[in-house]
């Protein structure tokens, strides 16, 4: 099985980029992974953030495949600890699936249509982050989880 992580916009921070392509390094020794950068909605001041929702769908809709499970990093998903967390991947990679698609939407979240087409929902927090740090939590908490279903001493309980 392959995972990628769609986003839309580009990670600019410096630290924040760094990190993630280190982790990304560190997750390939365990499964195919790739991180999908769509670009932000042009022109957002003159959108509603309906607008600016549906321009970023039909983008994310666009980067899915129909035999995708497709699960949306969501302030109102299902929350994990580390452990429940690798065990919900473990489950994900037993169901035959090709390709395991975690999605961060833009600003205002996701529109109607991604909504209606994911799988799952997933909550890293209760906290707010902002976009480009989520990237960086979700593919240490993906590394976290290969090390621990692999028995390995990066996570402690």
Not at 13 to 33: M, N, P, S, W
Request: glycine content about 6%; charged content about 20%.
């Amino acid at each position: 099985m392959k995972i990628s992580l769609i986003v839309v916009g580009k990670t600019s921070t410096g630290y924040l980029k760094q990190g993630i392509d280190e982790y990304v390094k560190r997750l390939r020794h365990y499964i195919a992974f790739d991180i999908q950068y769509l670009s932000d909605a042009k022109n957002t001041r003159n959108m509603t953030e309906a607008q600016q929702k549906l321009t970023e769908g039909q983008q994310i809709l666009a980067a899915i495949d129909s035999s995708d499970h497709v699960v949306l990093l969501d302030e109102h998903g299902t929350q994990y600890t580390s452990v429940k967390f690798a065990h919900y991947l473990q489950k994900r990679f037993n169901s035959g699936n090709k390709r395991l698609a975690f999605v961060v939407g833009g600003p205002y979240g996701f529109s109607e249509d991604v909504y209606a087409r994911a799988n799952d929902k997933v909550s890293l927090s209760t906290l707010t982050f902002s976009h480009e740090m989520v990237r960086l939590i979700f593919i240490e908490q993906l590394y976290r989880s290969m090390t621990i279903l692999n028995h390995e001493p990066y996570h402690h309980e």
